[in-house]
């Protein structure tokens, strides 16, 4: 055979070929859009069915739609534009303050496709944080937020997971766990010496924060070391892990704010921030870790155990459950970061009240004095009935976590909230948020009086207002560091009122 019947030989299998790899591609291309199409009408009966079973649990449960559902700006972004800005200018309290004057008690927004209901309503509080516990979750935009410092920790999942957390910290909050009263003596004590005696003026927030937020007493007590920053206030590891702890939970703030948009938080410092705090605070969960090991081995004699847990060091503690130091360090890091600003802000706030008014601090004071200089423990802190309901109203009106969130994870309602008159159920389908403003819903006139934006300790007497008060959040996820924060305020506040 010659050449030319090689070649026309194999421009006719080339061609038979091409012929079969075009026929096959047709096919495929038909294939392709057979399948596409069937996804598309797959889909739509989906979105059908959703839309048919949304509508009969709407109607099986008689849900109205709020009467305000607030866009502002394009794509809805004014509302996330307005609450930065009132961040900026510290006054989120003030802004959710207006929304809530002009929208009612229940109302629903859409921020750049992030569907939400805002409410101020104790029974849909109620219902969000315990009756329908399970229907509700901090949800992704919290747990993506926060994941850079706190990992899996309590304040940044749900589930199995935070139940798992869960059971492995609320024991190590037992009253008679945290009831080491000498702990707040000496950092007070290390307070009082900054404070001049010659009547200038000072910086009792500076203080506070010093004490509380740079984590003098809280360390002490989960790490079983303070970093003294009352005595130390500008150098050292210390310090830097305090100003760094400052910049990661600012950024985790701003982080959560965006919720779907929070690629756009953009700061260099972020991240060194963030490994600075868990590089410090890995160094304490080696030591607790190497101190279980030491104990398991018999290294440490359980007479000396005993006398170690007499002192009780929360990470000593936290070691019985787990040696995983990633969790230990998420854990810690979560306790650490719901610790540090309570006390602190409740106390700061306190003294800032009572500077501007006599009346209350004169009362007060005449009430601490009966312990006649005597270092009072949790039962008679318990008895100094004006001194609670000072603390009472200061965390009605200024309550440390004014707005909080949560995302249902199943189709479920609200009690009230519909309608014209907001007395109607309110449907919240799968995967939106529900906002509720605790500031807000302290300063209701309708709950607490026409007087309700002023400072009244004295309603405290009768007033029982359950689910209207919410200092600490509540249900199952009610914030495990309350009792510290209250008792821990209750002494500082002694102490300082006293000059002990």
Same mark, same amino acid.
């Given at each position: 055979?010659?050449?030319?019947?090689?070649?026309?030989?194999?421009?006719?299998?080339?061609?038979?070929?091409?012929?079969?790899?075009?026929?096959?591609?047709?096919?495929?291309?038909?294939?392709?859009?057979?399948?596409?199409?069937?996804?598309?009408?797959?889909?739509? $009966?989906?979105?059908? /069915?959703?839309?048919?079973?949304? $509508?009969?649990?709407? $109607?099986? +449960?008689?849900?109205?739609? =709020?009467?305000?559902?607030?866009?502002?700006?394009?794509? %809805?972004?004014?509302?996330?534009?307005?609450?930065?800005?009132?961040?900026?200018?510290?006054?989120?309290?003030?802004?959710?303050?207006?929304?809530?004057?002009?929208?009612?008690?229940?109302?629903?927004?859409?921020?750049?496709?992030?569907?939400?209901?805002?409410?101020?309503?104790?029974?849909?509080?109620?219902?969000?944080?315990?009756?329908?516990?399970?229907?509700?979750?901090?949800?992704?935009?919290?747990? @993506?937020?926060?994941?850079?410092?706190?990992?899996?920790?309590?304040? &940044?999942?749900?589930?199995?997971?935070?139940?798992?957390?869960?059971?492995?910290?609320?024991?190590?909050?037992?009253?008679?766990?945290?009831?080491?009263?000498?702990?707040?003596?000496?950092?007070?004590?290390?307070?009082?010496?900054?404070?001049?005696?010659?009547?200038?003026?000072?910086?009792?927030?500076?203080?506070?924060?010093?004490?509380?937020?740079?984590?003098?007493?809280?360390?002490?007590?989960?790490?079983?070391?303070?970093?003294?920053?009352?005595?130390?206030?500008?150098?050292?590891?210390?310090?830097?892990?305090?100003?760094?702890?400052?910049?990661?939970?600012?950024?985790?703030?701003?982080?959560?704010?965006?919720?779907?948009?929070?690629?756009?938080?953009?700061?260099?410092?972020?991240?060194?921030?963030?490994? +600075?705090?868990?590089?410090?605070?890995?160094?304490?969960?080696?030591?607790?870790?190497?101190?279980?090991?030491?104990?398991?081995?018999?290294?440490?004699?359980?007479?000396?155990?005993?006398?170690?847990?007499?002192?009780?060091?929360?990470?000593?503690?936290?070691?019985?459950?787990?040696?995983? @130091? /990633?969790?230990?360090?998420?854990?810690?890091? &979560?306790?650490?970061?719901? %610790?540090?600003?309570?006390?602190?802000?409740?106390?700061?706030?306190?003294?800032?009240?009572?500077? $501007?008014?006599?009346?209350?601090?004169?009362?007060?004071?005449?009430?601490?004095?009966?312990?006649?200089?005597? @270092?009072?423990?949790?039962?008679?802190?318990?008895?100094?009935?004006?001194?609670?309901?000072?603390?009472?109203?200061?965390?009605?009106?200024?309550?440390?976590?004014?707005?909080?969130?949560?995302?249902?994870?199943?189709?479920?309602?609200? =009690?009230?909230?519909?309608?014209?008159? %907001?007395?109607?159920?309110?449907?919240?389908?799968?995967?939106?948020?529900?906002?509720?403003?605790?500031?807000?819903?302290?300063?209701?006139?309708?709950?607490?009086?026409?007087?309700?934006?002023?400072?009244?300790?004295?309603?405290?007497?009768?007033?029982?207002?359950?689910?209207?008060?919410?200092?600490?959040?509540?249900?199952?996820?009610?914030?495990?560091?309350?009792?510290?924060?209250?008792? %821990?305020?209750?002494?500082?506040?002694?102490?300082?009122?006293?000059?002990?």
């Amino acid at each position: 055979m010659g050449m030319t019947s090689l070649s026309q030989a194999g421009l006719s299998n080339l061609w038979v070929i091409l012929a079969a790899v075009t026929a096959i591609c047709l096919v495929s291309q038909r294939v392709v859009r057979y399948i596409q199409s069937m996804e598309r009408f797959s889909l739509g $009966r989906m979105k059908c /069915t959703d839309n048919l079973i949304e $509508r009969r649990y709407v $109607r099986e +449960n008689g849900c109205v739609p =709020p009467s305000t559902t607030l866009r502002q700006g394009f794509l %809805g972004l004014g509302m996330l534009r307005d609450i930065q800005k009132a961040n900026r200018e510290h006054r989120v309290r003030a802004q959710f303050g207006e929304w809530f004057a002009k929208y009612g008690h229940t109302w629903g927004a859409d921020t750049g496709g992030r569907l939400f209901i805002m409410t101020v309503e104790p029974k849909n509080i109620q219902s969000i944080l315990a009756l329908k516990f399970k229907d509700f979750e901090l949800g992704t935009y919290r747990n @993506k937020s926060f994941y850079p410092l706190l990992g899996y920790g309590i304040f &940044s999942t749900d589930g199995s997971k935070w139940e798992h957390s869960r059971a492995m910290l609320r024991p190590n909050f037992a009253r008679n766990q945290i009831a080491d009263i000498e702990i707040y003596e000496r950092h007070v004590a290390a307070l009082i010496k900054q404070i001049p005696r010659d009547g200038s003026t000072v910086d009792l927030q500076e203080l506070f924060f010093r004490m509380s937020k740079t984590i003098d007493s809280a360390t002490e007590f989960l790490f079983g070391e303070s970093v003294n920053s009352l005595e130390n206030p500008t150098s050292g590891p210390e310090q830097s892990f305090s100003s760094n702890f400052n910049i990661a939970q600012d950024g985790l703030s701003h982080r959560f704010r965006l919720g779907p948009f929070r690629f756009l938080y953009r700061n260099k410092q972020f991240a060194p921030a963030v490994q +600075n705090c868990r590089d410090y605070v890995d160094r304490f969960v080696q030591k607790a870790i190497q101190y279980r090991a030491d104990v398991d081995s018999g290294k440490i004699s359980p007479e000396e155990a005993k006398l170690n847990d007499l002192q009780y060091i929360f990470s000593y503690e936290l070691s019985k459950h787990t040696i995983n @130091k /990633t969790e230990l360090t998420d854990q810690l890091l &979560s306790i650490l970061l719901a %610790g540090r600003d309570t006390t602190a802000s409740l106390l700061a706030i306190t003294f800032w009240v009572l500077a $501007r008014r006599p009346d209350v601090w004169t009362t007060l004071r005449k009430e601490i004095l009966t312990l006649d200089g005597r @270092k009072p423990d949790f039962q008679e802190l318990k008895n100094l009935t004006y001194l609670s309901w000072v603390l009472n109203e200061v965390l009605r009106l200024y309550p440390v976590v004014p707005v909080n969130s949560r995302m249902a994870n199943k189709d479920t309602h609200l =009690p009230v909230g519909g309608g014209p008159d %907001g007395k109607d159920p309110i449907f919240v389908p799968k995967g939106n948020e529900v906002f509720y403003s605790v500031s807000t819903m302290h300063r209701r006139k309708d709950i607490y009086g026409d007087d309700a934006e002023e400072f009244r300790p004295e309603r405290w007497e009768k007033l029982r207002p359950g689910w209207a008060y919410l200092p600490f959040n509540g249900g199952p996820r009610i914030c495990i560091w309350a009792a510290v924060c209250a008792d %821990g305020s209750g002494v500082y506040g002694c102490a300082c009122i006293t000059g002990v």
